[in-house]
């Protein structure tokens, strides 16, 4: 079963609008985190924004903010007043945490290709 | 530039061939992972190194694939007698568990392997 679903394979926003990009996530873990990261054209993958599972705050870095509920197993993305820069792949990926350990591999959606238009 | 860097950046070869690929992390992390992406996909996990221990692997790394890194720093993945469905773009990322507070891995820019 997939443990990251990403299920917006594209986006649409206008530029300077808000947009929310939809992940969802499967664990049994009680420790786990949550990040995106954006991809763009160029191919290099950005980290934009964590959230931990024991956070009890949404985490906003800037323009990014995660909306966490963790009853839904959902970690949205918000990206507010849209760039033309931010038209890129954009990935949800979740961190098990084996033991407590944090060394863990990142489990990747498959991603949301978002567009921003003039 | 002080990022994670790879190369090559891009590799043609034909079916049968090896290749292999290198990583240079981020001086003062530890940990170094390798992925492997495919066109409409996420990266996949594939390896993963604690200083020059590799610590875990994917069921995705076959025999003909193996990863090194010999003294902590750098790392190469080489794929044996490489088949056409070895055509994806491999990522390497690396992150340290004292300098990051969320120990989130930086990646660089991916050597993209097309095999013919």
């Known amino acids: 079963a997939q443990k990251i679903t990403q299920t917006q394979p594209g986006m649409f926003v206008q530029e300077k609008e808000a947009v929310t990009l939809d992940c969802t996530y499967d664990?049994?873990?009680?420790?786990?985190?949550l990040f995106w990261y954006k991809q763009p054209s160029s191919g290099e993958m950005i980290f934009l924004i964590y959230?931990?599972?024991?956070?009890?705050q949404n985490a906003t870095e800037g323009r990014y903010s995660l909306n966490f509920q963790k009853a839904r197993k959902s970690a949205n993305l918000v990206i507010s007043a849209s760039q033309l820069g931010d038209s890129a792949m954009y990935f949800c990926?979740?961190?098990?945490?084996?033991?407590?350990?944090?060394?863990?591999?990142?489990?990747f959606g498959k991603g949301t290709k978002l567009s921003v238009k003039p | 530039d002080t990022g994670v860097s790879q190369d090559p950046r891009h590799k043609i070869t034909k079916r049968g061939q090896n290749v292999t690929f290198r990583c240079d992390p981020i001086?003062?992390?530890?940990?170094l992972y390798w992925y492997r992406q495919t066109l409409g996909q996420g990266p996949e996990f594939l390896t993963y190194?604690?200083?020059?221990?590799?610590?875990?692997k994917s069921r995705l790394l076959s025999d003909r694939f193996s990863a090194e890194r010999p003294k902590g720093s750098f790392s190469t993945l080489e794929i044996q007698r490489t088949e056409q469905g070895d055509s994806a773009m491999y990522l390497c990322?690396?992150?340290?568990?004292?300098?990051?507070?969320?120990?989130?891995?930086?990646f660089g820019p991916g050597t993209r392997l097309t095999v013919l």
């Open positions: 664990t049994s873990d009680q420790s786990y985190g």
């Open positions: 990926a979740m961190r098990e945490a084996p033991y407590g350990g944090s060394q863990g591999n990142l489990i």
């Open positions: 001086s003062e992390h530890n940990r």
């Open positions: 959230q931990g599972s024991y956070d009890e």
């Open positions: 190194f604690q200083n020059e221990a590799q610590l875990e």
């Open positions: 990322a690396s992150s340290s568990e004292w300098t990051s507070a969320y120990n989130e891995q930086f």
